[in-house]
């Protein structure tokens, strides 16, 4: 009788433990990808390293192609997985003391260093846009904004071989507040400057003191392409493998828009033996849309392999790209973009796009 009652208590003290355990679980699992935001145009280093590879982040080619990603996913994925999730709690908005120069990217290694990997130096992905350009901010919580301080870094400044800080970068907009629709955007005005730089986001959610610190690398002005100097802090490759150096042709634009038009400009973005990464910029003209699709012809022997920002479809050669559901929207004269990976064969031709708005 005195055993049973033992084996008893036992059975009972191990699914008490066992549910606790569970309980444990439950409570420490990641927040899901919708919980937060970040900059998504241009796209901020870890959001890019999502779209480009999320569904192909075992590739073994990322290392030749895009390697600070390869760095990054290498480091830890769940800095791609939570792409939303990069932000400090109560800063009191004094934001330069809680985040140290070297650590911007990271948000001053929040999270126990879980986004350390976008501070590493080097020739990150960079989006080609104009100067006056517009930054636009997803936030699937729709926490709302009390305000975004936009800033980029100053000319001259090599984010490849440079450590972002703040001495780097100038403020060049703070916005007003924005209510809880959950897509935030800020027309910016780059002045003069061009070629590779940083643009710097802070937005302050309003829901609490919650600041979220976001990294986008651009290229302003030309038809620019990644640098083809190695990183000041190389990410695990293969020797031999880089990619060597490509001059881009300048970018391909459709006519001039009417009202309710749209254009769409082509750019590639790096290109290696046998393969590319390009991206379409899309841009209303003197009347707002609500969605867009844009279409072209490969002239030579490429094809899409993976892509971000748009639906893409193919029929032979014939490539048609339609907006996601948060990028189709765009008031007059604003612009979003879209991008993707390829191969080629032969000559890496730049086609003729066509853009029809809705």
């Known amino acids: 009788m005195r055993v049973s009652r033992r084996v008893g208590r036992l059975a ?46 075992l590739n073994p080619n990322m290392a030749q192609t895009d390697p600070m990603c390869a760095q990054a996913w290498q480091a830890n994925p769940n800095t791609m997985w939570n792409w939303n999730g990069l932000y400090r709690e109560n800063v009191g908005g004094n934001h330069q003391a809680a985040v140290p120069d070297g650590q911007l990217c990271s948000g001053g290694r929040t999270q126990g260093g879980l986004y350390a990997s976008l501070d590493a130096v080097g020739a990150w992905v960079a989006k080609q846009i104009p100067n006056n350009f517009t930054l636009t901010l997803t936030d699937g919580a729709r926490h709302g904004a009390d305000y975004m301080l936009i800033y980029i870094t100053k000319q001259g400044f090599d984010p490849t071989r440079q450590a972002l800080t703040w001495g780097s970068l100038d403020l060049v907009l703070r916005t007003g507040s924005y209510p809880t629709t959950g897509l935030y955007q800020a027309q910016v005005n780059a002045g003069n400057r061009t070629g590779r730089h940083v643009v710097y986001t802070i937005w302050q959610a309003s829901h609490l003191d919650q600041p979220y610190y976001l990294c986008s690398d651009v290229i302003f002005g030309g038809g620019g392409t990644n640098p083809t100097t190695p990183p000041a802090t190389p990410p695990p490759t293969t020797p031999g493998t880089s990619p060597p150096p490509v001059t881009t042709p300048p970018p391909v634009t459709t006519p001039p828009p009417g009202g309710g038009a749209c254009t769409a400009t082509y750019a590639k973005t790096s290109e290696w033996g046998g ?24 002239p030579n022997g490429q094809s899409i392999t993976s892509s971000w920002n748009a639906s893409i479809t193919a029929s032979g050669s014939s490539i048609t790209a339609t907006n996601a559901a948060y990028n189709g929207a765009l008031a007059a004269n604003a612009s979003t973009s879209f991008g993707f990976t390829g191969t080629w064969n032969g000559t890496n031709t730049s086609p003729t796009l066509t853009c029809t708005a809705r």
């Open 12 to 57: 009972a003290a191990v699914v008490t433990v066992l549910a606790a355990a569970l309980t444990m679980v439950v409570v420490t699992q990641a927040s899901p990808a919708s919980a937060h935001g970040s900059v998504t145009d241009p796209p901020s280093r870890n959001y890019g390293c999502w779209e480009r590879w999320g569904s192909d982040h």
């Open 275 to 298: 393969g590319f990464n390009a991206d379409v910029t899309v841009r209303a003209g003197n009347a707002a849309i609500s969605g867009w699709t844009v279409r072209w012809t490969w």
